[in-house]
């Protein structure tokens, strides 16, 4: 009576099915870090918990440069797997270990701010997530998926499943992540900046520049990303990158920090990230 | 720099076996296991919320959503039919709505209820508790409860609060503790006007703080079990044991033989656990229902509810002259008591008793203020009403300082008070030590003071 | 598929003994611990998984009990606070931390003694950056963790061969200063670097 029913299907055409049964408020369990404190303190209650533990989405595969995730991935396994100082760096900035002992890959794209900052990282990597529906199983780069999720009815998204998350590694892209929170550790993000570039010679041939924690979701900067492509990274590229980043965001104010002081740090860790790239040249 | 321990205390060595006998102690200077430390590392040490009995009921608050707002009606009817739910409590249900610790210590009006009656001032006022058989039960039908509102305007600001035309929070009709007839306590010593005419220079400063949450580990809460004699058993954290168990007795207007409270191991106080604010109600819920209540605060209501710190906000004005000497200082300070007094006024006067900090200035004037307004009602935290000040006196120092161009410690020694000095609120110095403590961490951190200073004493100016 | 709704049976290993309890699968293993099989010393600070007082070990890794529904528990090997004494002798780590005066209210104590174990078990010579990034998920409001952390260094060097101490002054305090404790000693430092 006072906990949801717990329906734990055995295939992902299971879940699908059970997700789309109409006039039933659903409530999806991937690692559970997320959903089980409304479970427990009795809030925002669901008619049914669809629990995706017995999905066979836990696996990693690596071939070559290009990872794929399935979505009950746990944040510790990805980075026991994965040694690039970003994924590490993107993971250890989430939570404590034991949280992170739990929480899921396809877990944190869902997350909302301050939270979700591998999902920033993700979405700076061009990372492509596998819907499965009822219908189809279908493939679609991050991005598209949360402007699909912004722009879509609610009812249209019921029924819709990620199972897996695929992006790549390739060590030409030069990646940083950069995470400001109010502590060192276990803190959410004031602002979190992932950044991808490739370069041709010295030129920036593509630019991915992702920020979590300044809008209800992670978002690209997409008039940053304008500026920096084709620039050669000098100080002012980066200052006017930096500068044109705020447009793009919407920051919410929370317990961690204001929308204001939110707007004003954007540049301030977008500059930071990219100086970063230059000092290493 | 070497800071060895050893070199800090007056004993050659640290040992745990206590048998050792330095100048007849016996205990300081040595090192002693703490009584309670195996008891915590092996999980043995029993909280409150670790006793637990068949039937019990848990207590979950409907709250307020507005700053300030008129009730205008309550509909229990959804909550009722949540499956677990087994009875509401109302202020209509408690035989005497107040608050009484200000009472307890002499001080009142009573200004706070304890279930909202007509109206609530602060966000997460509680309204109305409702008692089922599972904390999740409890929350649901919490949740379902509708109250209707109509919202008034809110002020968060004190002196936006003392301003003429400012939302009232009190029902006195005015947004400050009167002490003795006075809109706030004042202290009055020597002439500050003649003191800043005669100044070498002024400094004003504002300071101002935000409220602190203690945030223990452990949530505020009790358990509340009917013995079945008539009498309660209560299992508290709370810091002040004997205090709850008195105003508990008056809320529910029965004779304090009738309680009995276990506690004193608090999963962290910090003066966060002094205000007497969830045995009442948990006893009622035992007395109505006749079966044991559990009544615990989730984390976001520690955070967000339960007393905080008092902001406080002061402007000091301080006239100097060249040679370090302070000759006039004046303070308004103001302390944010939120929607209700609690310990507030108590801590305003400590507060107002505790200008101008350790040094003797001639010309002192105080104007301390305790305020109402719309926010968390704020109370005691390790040393309320001082340590703040303390915090502003401190940086005005080194303020005066860096304007003076004067060694902080110099401008300290200087003016720091000496036995027999008169303080601004008419008591004299006994027993002064801030002049040798400053030397020895002087000393201590390798910092070389001037031999005027290193000759000064607490016994002579 | 499998629909579980109301109480259901689940079996689980606790400190090796076997418990049996019948509970709702969306109850969490923090709460089925403490209210069905007796087992108090976890502690429930937030029921969010931000405080780490109600860390637990389930088949070796460190769990926020709070987070976890009782139905994933189902099978595991448990550990708890309660497993590490044997009768009156304590744990090392529980040793350590008493020496170290590593508690005050004692409430965040069992989740940090178990993250410490968790640590100490995958990590047995953990530098102090990496102990308090193993510890980064407990909260402590007390002690200001200093002494938590010297008592993980010193739990960690007790547990392996014995070195020689380095100072003149006592066995508590040459075990302080040979952990590389900023407590005792006048080693720079003391936050890692960020």
Not at chain 1, 6 to 33: F, H, N, Y
Not at chain 1, 206 to 231: K, M, N, Q, Y
Not at chain 2, 240 to 258: C, E, H, K, Q, V
Request: proline letters at 5%; a neutral charge.
């Amino acid at each position: 009576m006072s906990f949801p029913d717990l329906l734990i299907p055995e295939t992902v055409d299971q879940a699908v099915e059970t997700l789309s049964v109409p006039d039933r408020k659903a409530l999806i369990l991937g690692g559970g870090t997320l959903v089980q404190p409304f479970i427990t303190l009795g809030i925002d209650v669901h008619d049914v918990v669809i629990d995706l533990d017995h999905l066979a989405l836990n696996q990693i595969v690596l071939e070559n440069d290009l990872v794929s995730c399935g979505a009950m991935v746990r944040l510790a396994q990805l980075a026991q797997a994965l040694p690039q100082d970003y994924i590490q760096a993107a993971v250890a900035s989430i939570s404590g270990p034991a949280v992170r002992n739990l929480a899921t890959v396809g877990g944190n794209l869902f997350a909302k701010p301050p939270y979700g900052d591998l999902a920033t990282l993700l979405l700076a990597l061009d990372a492509e997530v596998e819907l499965a529906s009822s219908k189809e199983t279908r493939r679609l780069s991050l991005n598209d998926f949360y402007l699909m999720r912004d722009n879509a009815e609610a009812s249209s998204m019921k029924g819709v499943l990620v199972t897996r998350i695929r992006f790549s590694t390739d060590p030409a892209r030069r990646v940083v992540f950069r995470k400001m929170a109010r502590r060192r550790l276990n803190s959410g993000a004031i602002v979190t900046v992932a950044l991808s570039l490739r370069f041709d010679r010295a030129i920036v041939r593509e630019a991915r520049l992702a920020l979590g924690g300044v809008d209800h979701r992670p978002i690209r900067a997409v008039s940053a990303e304008r500026i920096l492509t084709g620039s050669n990274l000098d100080s002012e590229a980066i200052a006017s990158a930096a500068q044109a980043a705020r447009q793009d965001c919407n920051p919410q104010t929370d317990a961690y920090a204001s929308a204001w002081y939110r707007e004003r740090m954007v540049p301030v860790q977008i500059r930071r990230a990219l100086d970063s790239l230059v000092s290493y040249e | 720099m070497n800071h060895r321990l050893e070199n800090l205390l007056p004993v050659q060595d640290v040992r745990l076996d206590g048998d050792v006998d330095q100048k007849g102690l016996r205990e300081v200077g040595l090192s002693t296991p703490r009584r309670d430390a195996i008891s915590h590392v092996t999980g043995r040490t029993v909280y409150f919320e670790d006793v637990t009995f068949p039937g019990m009921l848990y207590l979950k608050m409907v709250r307020s959503p507005h700053h300030h707002a008129r009730i205008l009606g309550i509909d229990f009817s959804e909550a009722e039919k949540t499956p677990g739910f087994v009875r509401l409590i109302t202020y209509r249900d408690v035989p005497s709505n107040y608050y009484t610790i200000l009472r307890l210590i002499g001080i009142e009006p009573n200004d706070e209820p304890v279930l909202a009656d007509d109206r609530v001032v602060y966000w997460g006022e509680p309204i109305a508790a409702i008692l089922a058989e599972s904390p999740q039960a409890a929350a649901i039908a919490a949740s379902r409860v509708k109250v209707e509102f109509e919202p008034l305007d809110a002020v968060f600001d004190v002196e936006e609060a003392l301003k003429p035309g400012a939302p009232i929070v009190t029902r006195q009709g005015f947004n400050y503790f009167r002490y003795e007839g006075h809109h706030c306590r004042r202290v009055r010593f020597g002439d500050v006007d003649q003191g800043f005419a005669s100044a070498d220079l002024i400094v004003e400063r504002r300071w101002d703080t935000s409220p602190i949450e203690h945030a223990p580990i452990e949530t505020t809460g009790c358990i509340a079990k009917p013995n079945g004699d008539g009498r309660f058993t209560v299992y508290t954290n709370t810091q002040a044991l004997y205090f709850s168990l008195d105003n508990t007795a008056l809320i529910l207007g029965i004779p304090a033989g009738r309680l009995h409270f276990v506690g004193g191991t608090v999963g962290g106080g910090f003066g966060g656990k002094v205000d007497v604010i969830v045995e009442p109600l948990a006893t009622l819920g035992a007395m109505l229902t006749g079966r044991p209540v559990k009544f615990v605060y989730t984390r976001e209501e520690e955070m967000r509810i339960s007393s905080t710190r008092a902001a406080e906000r002061f402007y000091i004005k301080d006239g100097v002259m060249r040679d370090g000497r302070i000759v006039a200082r004046q303070i308004t300070l103001y302390v944010d008591a939120g929607a209700y007094s609690r310990h507030s006024p108590y801590g305003t006067t400590k507060a107002a008793a505790h200008m101008p900090g350790p040094y003797t200035i001639p010309n002192v004037w105080v104007d301390a203020h305790c305020v109402y307004t719309n926010r968390q009602p704020s109370s005691a935290m390790r040393g309320f009403g001082v340590t703040l000040g303390d915090f502003a006196i401190e940086s005005q120092m080194d303020v005066i300082a860096h304007e003076l161009r004067i060694d902080p410690l110099r401008l300290r020694l200087i003016n720091a008070y000496r036995d027999g000095d008169m303080k601004a609120h008419r008591k004299r110095v006994e027993g002064a030590a801030l002049v040798e403590v400053i030397q020895k961490a002087a000393e201590l951190v390798e910092q070389k003071l001037d031999p005027d200073l290193t000759a000064m004493s607490s016994a002579t100016r | 598929m499998a629909s579980k709704s109301s109480l259901q049976h689940f079996s689980f290993l606790v400190n090796r003994a076997r418990y049996d309890v019948l509970a709702p699968p969306l109850m969490s293993l923090g709460e089925v611990l403490r209210e069905k099989c007796g087992l108090r010393g976890l502690k429930h600070g937030c029921q969010q998984g931000g405080c780490g007082a109600c860390s637990v070990q389930v088949d070796g890794q460190l769990v926020p009990a709070c987070l976890l529904p009782v139905a994933r528990a189902n099978d595991k090997s448990i550990e708890t606070i309660e497993g590490l004494a044997q009768g009156e002798k304590l744990h090392p780590i529980q040793e350590a931390f008493v020496s170290c005066y590593a508690t005050q209210c004692g409430f965040c104590t069992a989740g940090m003694i178990m993250a410490t174990k968790a640590l100490l078990e995958s990590n047995p010579s953990p530098t102090r950056e990496e102990v308090l990034v193993a510890l980064s998920g407990n909260v402590c409001r007390c002690t200001g963790y200093l002494p938590i952390v010297d008592a993980v260094l010193v739990a960690a060097r007790k547990a392996r061969s014995t070195e020689p101490a380095v100072g003149t002054s006592s066995p508590l305090r040459q075990a302080f200063v040979a952990a590389g404790s900023t407590t005792f000693s006048n080693q720079s430092g003391g936050r890692a670097e960020a």
